[in-house]
């Protein structure tokens, strides 16, 4: 009885582990600003990095999030000309990352994900307007992209360690080789909530928010659909757990 027992556990631990149902869903960068913020330059990027999308994976929430990005010198010059060595590249990263789970309920941020050390960042509960109180970008390297949100206002909102229910590992800040344009590079967060809590995500999609700090040379603001398996992968697992578990009690009653 005893190696039935461990077979069927095994084979509970492995499918219905979130990894094993956790599907990818991509998306682009479509805004060139967040509802009620002005972009003066009435463009996507100005300046470095070129925010060009992602990708969330994760079973009907996140497991991780990747951010794409490149330089726009050669976009916008048509020289190719080099990233400056990383000089501008090293003064730049990525603002707080600001989630909605419920965008058809209302336009509140449910999430700031916000970085506690080069690798790790703290994930807050937060209930936070998206026309509410920001850190903002400023105008120090001529981007026209001023007074756009780049943080959360903690202090203003009361929000502290008491408000985190999770981490998240961080890949760190990369900087593209040569000019960087066809030459993308990609950050990736791997998202861990603490035992017994949920994203919550109610709904189909969920808002994704985020800018480049401190001048929010380009911004993200994109709806996303919630990583759900498809049907015919919970058919697909469904089948062939019960024939592993039809097969170990053949074997049990041998």
């Excluded at 949100?149 to 760190?172: H, M, Q």
Aim: hydrophobic residues 40%.
């Amino acid at each position: 009885m005893k190696p039935a027992y461990l077979l069927y556990a095994a084979i509970c631990m492995l499918l219905f582990s979130s990894s094993a149902f956790a599907s990818i869903v991509n998306f682009g960068d479509s805004a060139e600003e967040w509802p009620g913020y002005n972009n003066a330059a009435v463009k996507d990027v100005n300046g470095i990095p070129d925010i060009l999308g992602g990708s969330v994976s994760g079973h009907l929430g996140l497991d991780s999030l990747t951010i794409n990005y490149q330089s726009d010198y050669t976009l916008r010059n048509n020289k190719g000309r080099l990233t400056d060595n990383g000089r501008l590249w090293s003064k730049l990263g990525f603002g707080d990352i600001f989630i909605n789970a419920n965008p058809e309920t209302d336009n509140n941020w449910d999430y700031v994900v916000r970085a506690s050390s080069n690798s790790i960042w703290n994930i807050y509960k937060v209930d936070i307007p998206l026309d509410g109180i920001y850190i903002k970008s400023n105008n120090s390297l001529g981007t026209p992209r001023k007074n756009h949100p780049i943080a959360a206002n903690f202090w203003y909102y009361g929000i502290d360690s008491d408000d985190i229910i999770g981490t998240a590992t961080y890949s760190g800040w990369e900087i593209p080789d040569g000019n960087g344009y066809q030459t993308p590079v990609s950050s990736t967060w791997a998202f861990s909530l603490f035992p017994g809590l949920s994203w919550g995500f109610d709904e189909p999609t969920f808002t994704l928010g985020l800018a480049i700090a401190p001048c929010a040379n380009d911004v993200l603001f994109e709806e996303i659909n919630v990583p759900t398996p498809e049907p015919a992968t919970w058919l697909l697992f469904g089948i062939g757990l019960s024939g592993l578990m039809y097969m170990a009690r053949r074997k049990n009653k041998a």
